[in-house]
């Protein structure tokens, strides 16, 4: 390109090159104003430069190493693109392309030289002068291999931690055998619980009754510890303990040996109750199906494990699924509290994993407005990852039953300290609903939800739920680490639902200390078991 302007500054002329001389004239009216026309153009000339430079940039990027000139390749470029159309290169393309092509299951499995970190891949970047294709490949190779190492490291992660939350510690069982023999022994470990003279405080109506049906004796030695020694009238409260058979005697012995006077103490195994005696129960039915569908349809940990096509976060929940609570009366008795306790009006049910921290007794000043559990909400609140939870979180709206009965984004509530007006509830069918969705999900090859008891209850309880105050609790403190210490004593009662359980060695260790300090440790029975609460 050449660039003349005449000797009056009258004139500027611009050659493009060889050939046809076409040219830009421009005239100037008056000496005056020349030079300021003169910097216009230059200026003009100038932007016109940039242009040229980044398309020749571009040119050698794509890897196009035909020999053009420079207002060549301009040309090339901008031709009849430069009216409304976008200049575009063809890297990312192929880029994409060769990202977006199908992973096979072998693509890097077993080959060599493949970058482990970026910090390896930039290296080599700067070493070789790759075009686009061959930069798109070894990224490829980088990232597939480490998500086939991401995957395997998860999966790993998520079995150990199937096999420490499922297995009972040595500490535990030690416990149960210990009272168990003490039991047998001991005179003072077989006391009527309660004594004959305060067993009609156990129908009546006027004490604040909680319920907490549990195989583990330590954990609910601390649920009830701390329900009494927080209670601003502990001679009000009467707790309710449910046990099966095998846990009873240890159970016993404890609370004979361990009395939190003046709180009323009852100690009941399932057996003992004259509604589970008398013929078929339902949920007895319904946990050996729900066992049956289990072992056809989902198999061990090592074949859930095995699978190459699951995600790591279907394989979790799967190996949750074969948990030994899932399978445990204890965690589906809560369903039918209205026959297993027919003179109450109004009770709350614990979990065996909860703290309580505060005066309980004000929850018997709520209204319900009718409705039948007080609960609170998980769809709500501070911590997003705790408190997001809705229909859509548990049950599979994929399934037309679902999705034609219920709306996806429904607030879900937490089970684990829950108010329930058994007045209420003797006058409704959510019993019945209850196992028509538990029959409905067996007929679905287990379909409808995963796991656990709270899915049918979602359904079960569906517009009988009156949310509560989330101070009355707070939850996630077993799966996840972000609850401070100061965050959850200033909670009515802490839930520590999930795998962390403070009694196993997986628990967070910043946690543990609120449920360790309702724990006598240089009581006889838990020395002996070396428990520790650290």
Same mark, same amino acid.
């Given at each position: ?5 005449? *000797?009056? =500054? %009258?004139?500027?002329? !611009? ?13 100037? #009216?008056? @000496?005056? !104003? ?15 430069? %940039? ?11 794509? #890897? ?8 060549? $390749? ?5 031709? *009849? ?26 693509? !890097? ?13 930039? +290296? ?5 002068? =790759? ?7 070894? =990224? ?28 009972? *510690? ?20 077989? =006391? ?29 030695? !601390? ?35 361990? *009395? ?18 008398? @013929? ?13 569908? %289990?072992?056809?349809? %989902?198999? #061990?940990? +090592? ?9 790591? &976060? ?42 309580? &921290? ?15 559990? @007080? ?35 429904? $607030? ?115 020395? @002996? ?6």
């Amino acid at each position: 390109m050449q660039l003349y302007i005449s *000797p009056s =500054l %009258r004139h500027v002329t !611009v050659l493009p090159g060889k050939g046809v001389r076409e040219f830009i004239k421009v005239k100037v #009216g008056s @000496g005056r !104003v020349s030079y300021r026309i003169l910097l216009y153009s230059l200026l003009f000339f100038t932007f016109l430069l %940039r242009f040229v430079f980044v398309f020749s940039t571009i040119d050698s990027i794509d #890897g196009d190493h035909s020999k053009c000139s420079t207002i060549g $390749c301009l040309g090339k470029r901008m031709g *009849p693109k430069i009216l409304g159309r976008r200049i575009e290169s063809n890297v990312l393309e192929v880029i994409y392309r060769i990202l977006d092509e199908p992973v096979s299951k072998d693509e !890097v499995q077993g080959k060599t030289g493949v970058p482990q970190t970026l910090q390896e891949f930039m +290296s080599e970047l700067k070493q070789s002068k =790759l075009d686009a294709k061959t930069f798109a490949l070894r =990224l490829r190779e980088m990232i597939v291999q480490l998500e086939q190492r991401t995957r395997t490291a998860k999966i790993q992660e998520y079995l150990y931690i199937h096999v420490a939350s499922s297995s009972i *510690p040595k500490q535990l069982h030690c416990l149960a055998l210990k009272l168990a023999d003490e039991h047998s022994n001991n005179a003072a470990a077989r =006391l009527q619980l309660p004594s004959a003279e305060l067993v009609p405080a156990l129908v009546d109506n006027s004490y604040f009754h909680f319920v907490l049906a549990s195989d583990n004796v330590l954990a609910t030695s !601390v649920v009830a510890t701390s329900l009494v020694k927080n209670a601003l009238r502990p001679e009000k409260i009467v707790l309710h303990i449910i046990t099966d058979r095998k846990t009873y005697s240890p159970m016993q012995a404890w609370f004979s040996l361990h *009395p939190l006077d003046p709180a009323i103490i009852e100690v009941k195994a399932l057996h003992q109750f004259d509604w589970i005696s008398k @013929g078929k129960i339902p949920v007895l039915e319904a946990m050996e199906k729900d066992q049956r569908v %289990r072992s056809q349809f %989902r198999g #061990g940990s +090592s074949a859930i494990v095995a699978n190459d096509t699951d995600k790591p &976060q279907v394989i979790a929940a799967k190996l949750q699924a074969l948990s030994p609570k899932y399978k445990s009366l204890m965690n589906h008795i809560r369903i039918h509290l209205p026959e297993l306790f027919p003179s109450l009006n109004k009770l709350v049910f614990l979990d065996d994993d909860i703290v309580i &921290q505060t005066d309980l007794s004000p929850l018997w000043d709520i209204d319900m407005n009718g409705k039948v559990n @007080g609960a609170v909400e998980t769809c709500r609140g501070e911590d997003l990852f705790v408190m997001s939870k809705r229909f859509k979180s548990y049950l599979n709206f994929s399934h037309p039953l679902i999705a034609h009965n219920f709306d996806p984004n429904e $607030c879900a509530w937490a089970y684990g300290m829950n108010i329930f007006d058994l007045e209420v509830w003797r006058k409704t069918n959510i019993s019945l609903t209850y196992y028509h969705w538990l029959e409905e999900n067996f007929k679905s090859d287990l379909s409808l939800w995963q796991l656990g008891t709270l899915p049918p209850g979602l359904i079960a309880f569906y517009w009988h739920v009156h949310a509560i105050d989330p101070f009355w609790h707070m939850l996630g403190l077993g799966y996840q680490d972000s609850t401070t210490l100061a965050d959850a004593e200033t909670a009515g009662v802490i839930h520590f639902n999930g795998r962390a359980k403070p009694w196993l060695d997986i628990a967070f260790a910043q946690l543990r200390p609120l449920w360790a300090k309702y724990i006598d440790f240089s009581d006889k029975f838990i020395k @002996g078991c070396h428990i520790r609460g650290s």
